[in-house]
């Protein structure tokens, strides 16, 4: 179960890729011309569903422990543990991304 930080931190990384447009796979963030960046990178326009908890993770921690905070939400809303990367880079990844994020809101 979420806490109330952490949910706040998943729906604010769902808002960041609710566009497809802002939403990438293959890499945690990317410039807007699809060049690969660092997710706090104050340039990066578009995000994997691990890169948006991450970057989001950045804004509550700063840098020191923004990774390690992201990869506890992640493990937190991934029932089975494995890497969002997982659906992030599957068929449908972006719907299914978005539907495990209200899932674990709703919880």
Not at 92 to 102: E, I, P, Q, S, T
Request: aromatic fraction near 4%.
């Amino acid at each position: 179960m979420l806490t109330a930080e952490q949910k706040q931190i998943v729906q604010k990384a769902r808002d960041r890729i609710a566009d497809r447009r802002r939403w990438c796979t293959g890499v945690e963030a990317r410039l807007a011309d699809g060049q690969t960046c660092y997710v706090g990178h104050p340039r990066a326009a578009k995000f994997c569903a691990f890169g948006a908890l991450h970057r989001e993770c950045l804004a509550v921690t700063g840098l020191d422990g923004a990774l390690a905070m992201a990869e506890s939400v992640a493990r937190l809303i991934r029932p089975d543990r494995a890497p969002l990367s997982d659906i992030d880079d599957g068929m449908n990844g972006h719907a299914k991304v978005l539907a495990l994020f209200d899932k674990a809101l709703a919880e």
